[in-house]
DNA sequence: AAATATCCTGATCGCACGGTCAGCAAAAGT
DNA sequence: ACTTTTGCTGACCGTGCGATCAGGATATTT
C-alpha cells in the first residue's frame, strides 16, 4: 500500500449525524466524490478535470468537495491509493512449487476481468505513468519494484528447473501488464475497430483465452484445462 | 491520412521573405512549435498543455503561435496529421504470399524502433485514446478500421493455408501494438522497475527479440534467423 | 521611394480555474 | 434548553487560460 496517506475516513466521535438512515452521509459523499474525480480524472487528466465539474457529476457544490478533500491533488491521490490496493491485492501469494502454467493463467485472466470491471482506474493510471508518474514515481521506484523482483525471481526459478522456457520474466511480466491492459486503456480503440458499443462477458473470456493461448504457448507451457 | 486539413504550409507568393539563408524562417517557426507542442501535449495532455508554455519551450511570444495556428486544437490536429503519417508508413505492401513469420517479425521490429525513435508520438496518440479519441475518431472509425481488416484478411489466409496457428487475427494485431507501444507509453514504469536512466539501442533489440520470441512462437511459427 | 503584402507581438479581454472563508445548519453533548 | 462540534455552502479572490487585435516591423513589388 502506498503511504500518501489521504483516504482514511475518519468518522468523527461527536458532530453532526446522517440524516439518512442507510449509512452515514459522510461515507456516502466521500465516495460519490471519489467515484466522481475518477470519470474526470480519466477522461480529462489531472490537469484536464475541474473541481467545478467534478461536484456537478457528483451532484454536490464545489465547496463541498473541498470540505472533504484539501486539495485537487489530494483527492487525485486518494484515487490512487485504491488503485493501487486493488492492484496489489493478487498473485501475492506465488511459490516456487506452483504450477507456472496455472500462475501465468490465472494472472492474466485475472488482469482481463479487472479490465472488465474496473476500466477507469486502468485509464488513470496510465495517464498518470504517460505523463511521467509525477505522483506516484515513488511507488514505482519502491514497492512496484520490489514486486516485479519477487515475481521475476520466482519465473527465474522455474526457468532454471527446466519447468518452461527460458524468456525474460520482466518482459514476460511487461508483456502481460501491456497486453490485457490494452483492453482497458484503448477500449475506445478496441471497440471502435471492432464494431462494437461495450465490451460483454463472451468478449471478454476470448480475450484471455486468446491471451494466454500465445503468450503461455510463447513460454514453452501447455495451457491448462482449468484456470482455478 | 486523417483530413483534418490544418497542416499545408501555405508558403506565400509574395510578402515578406527569409532572414535567415538555410530555409524560410516560416517553415523553422511552423516545425518548432509543433516540436514544441508534442514535448507540451504529451506530458500535460490536451487541456493540461497551455500556449504560453509552448511558447516558451519554442523561444517564440504566444502570440505568435496563434498566427501560425489559429487555434489549440487546430495545433493539436496539426501534430496527429504527423503521427499518422508516420502510423501508415509501414506494413502497407503486405501479401498472402508472404512469410508470415518474417511478416510478424519485422512488424514487431518496426514498431519497437518507432518506440525508439518517435515515443512522444506515441503518448500523444495514447492519451488522445484514453481519453475517449475525442479528436480523431473518425480516422479510427474509417481509416484504422480498414487497414486492421485488410491485414486481418491476409492472416485469416495464412491460417486457412495452415501457414500459422489459428489465432484471432485481429487480436493478434491488438497483441503488437500493446506489447510495442506500452515501451514508449510507459516509458517510466519500465525504466524505473528496470533502474535505468534511458532506452539505449541494446534494450531495443532485447525487447524486440523478446516479442518476437513470445508471439511468433505463440502463433506457432519459427522465428527467422534473418528479418529483412 | 512609395505601395503592398506578409510577419510579428504587446496589451488586453472575458472566462474558468483552484482555493478560501465567514457564517449558517444540524446533530450531539451536557 | 443551550452549548459545542461538525457539516456545509454562497460569495469571493488571485491567477492563468485561450483568444483577439491594433499596429508596428520587414520584405517584395512596382
Chains 1, 2 share one sequence.
Not at 40 to 55: D, P, R, T, V, W
Not at 204 to 215: K, W
Request: charged share 25%.
Amino acid at each position: 500500500m502506498v503511504t500518501t496517506g489521504n483516504i482514511e475516513v475518519v468518522t468523527p466521535k461527536r458532530g453532526r449525524r446522517p440524516r439518512s438512515e442507510t449509512g452515514t452521509i459522510r461515507d456516502h459523499n466521500y465516495q460519490k466524490i471519489l467515484s466522481a474525480a475518477e470519470k474526470e480524472f480519466a477522461q480529462f487528466g489531472y490537469n484536464g478535470a475541474s473541481i467545478q465539474k467534478i461536484a456537478d457529476r457528483a451532484g454536490l457544490p464545489k465547496a463541498n468537495i473541498h470540505y472533504y478533500f484539501a486539495s485537487k491533488e489530494k483527492l487525485y491521490l486518494a484515487l490512487f491509493d485504491n488503485i493501487i490496493h486493488l492492484w496489489n491485492d493478487h498473485l501475492d501469494d506465488v511459490k516456487v512449487e506452483d504450477d507456472p502454467a496455472q500462475v501465468l493463467a490465472r494472472f492474466i485472466r485475472k488482469k482481463v476481468e479487472l479490465t472488465y470491471s474496473h476500466p477507469l482506474s486502468s485509464k488513470l493510471f496510465a495517464m498518470e505513468i504517460i505523463q511521467g508518474a509525477p505522483h506516484i514515481r515513488k511507488y514505482i521506484r519502491t514497492e512496484m519494484r520490489t514486486w516485479v523482483r519477487n515475481k521475476a525471481s520466482v519465473i527465474e526459478e522455474w526457468i532454471r528447473k527446466k519447468r518452461m522456457k527460458a524468456v525474460d520474466p520482466v518482459h514476460l511480466i511487461f508483456l502481460i501488464w501491456s497486453s490485457t491492459q490494452h483492453y482497458a486503456d484503448f477500449e475506445t480503440q478496441v471497440l471502435t475497430i471492432m464494431n462494437r458499443a461495450e465490451y460483454e462477458r463472451d468478449m471478454i473470456d476470448e480475450i484471455s483465452g486468446f491471451l494466454t493461448e500465445i503468450i503461455l504457448t510463447g513460454c514453452g507451457l501447455k495451457v491448462p484445462t482449468k484456470t482455478g
